[in-house]
């Protein structure tokens, strides 16, 4: 793939996290192309091998590995595939993530018919489901807790590494609607900063990107109407970003190797960083 610039990361191996998915496949078929071996961890095993897959097929180095992020044996067992195969991790993308309906409400704010309403396809904040707030929750944050635990030990022995969190916008001003997903992605930067203190003398950097809005499989019904129009809830975003269009997965690039590299952000930690076309600079006015 054309990357916006190449940065030296032969020799290095990476790990990426939901790396079957939309914008963490762009992520790990860049870091390949900088010259890094990369391994492919998704829930769907079919999903990773594809990515990895077409890495090998443009010359890079690459394995899918099937791999359950809240399952602690499991991302141990991911690891000793990943060693085995590739050699001790010096690269880590905490890129699984996501949202669940259960945590989500019906309406963009509260009316007085939610003080009564029974009906289980509108939900709202009265009847958000904690099972699916738990889910959420889990999969952002216990997600990035338990894999950094089990990926960067290697790196400290090194004295050396790098850890990428994907936090969101969400994280900066939460968004109607989805109050689970917004809370767990502020605890991601939250995250990010803690630890990026904690693992300083280690020399290992942590940092996180913040993408804004772009069409992945996950928000593209929100997004979207079934003929390919945009919902009303686009327009609000769009009208919302001083740059008036989404973004390209292609558009993380740029931070995400800049963060990578140690000779051009190796001062850099504990740094959380927008990617969204000015939504979080705008006040609306």
């Not at 067992?77 to 085995?84: E, F, M, R």
């Not at 509108?122 to 958000?128: E, P, Q, S, V």
């Not at 290697?154 to 609607?177: D, H, Q, Y």
């Not at 930067?189 to 290992?204: D, K, R």
């Amino acid at each position: 793939m054309a990357v916006p610039f190449k940065v030296d990361l032969s020799g290095k191996v990476a790990v990426v996290t939901g790396g079957g998915g939309i914008l963490c496949s762009v992520m790990a078929e860049a870091i390949a192309e900088c010259g890094a071996k990369v391994a492919i961890l998704d829930l769907r095993e079919e999903a990773a091998k594809k990515v990895a897959e077409k890495i090998n097929q443009a010359g890079g180095e690459a394995i899918g590995v099937a791999c359950n992020v809240l399952d602690k044996l499991n991302l141990k067992v991911a690891l000793a595939i990943v060693t085995n195969k590739l050699g001790p991790c010096d690269i880590l993308i905490n890129g699984a993530g996501g949202n669940n309906p259960k945590g989500t409400t019906a309406g963009e704010v509260m009316s007085k018919e939610d003080l009564t309403s029974q009906d289980p396809d509108k939900r709202n904040f009265f009847t958000l489901d904690p099972d699916g707030i738990q889910f959420v929750f889990d999969l952002n944050v216990i997600s990035a807790i338990l894999t950094s635990q089990v990926f960067s030990k290697a790196m400290c022995e090194k004295g050396k590494g790098v850890i990428i969190n994907v936090s969101s916008m969400n994280a900066f001003r939460p968004l109607t609607k989805i109050p689970a997903y917004s809370a767990a992605k502020a605890a991601v930067s939250n995250f990010t900063q803690w630890l990026a203190v904690h693992m300083a003398p280690m020399g290992i950097r942590v940092n996180a990107i913040a993408p804004g809005f772009f069409l992945t499989d996950q928000n593209r019904s929100l997004l979207t109407n079934p003929d390919g129009s945009l919902t009303p809830r686009s327009h609000k975003i769009l009208n919302g970003t001083p740059m008036n269009k989404f973004g390209k997965p292609e558009d993380l690039l740029g931070a995400l190797l800049w963060l990578l590299s140690d000779e051009g952000a190796g001062f850099v930690t504990g740094t959380v960083i927008p990617i969204d076309g000015g939504f979080s600079a705008y006040s609306g006015v």
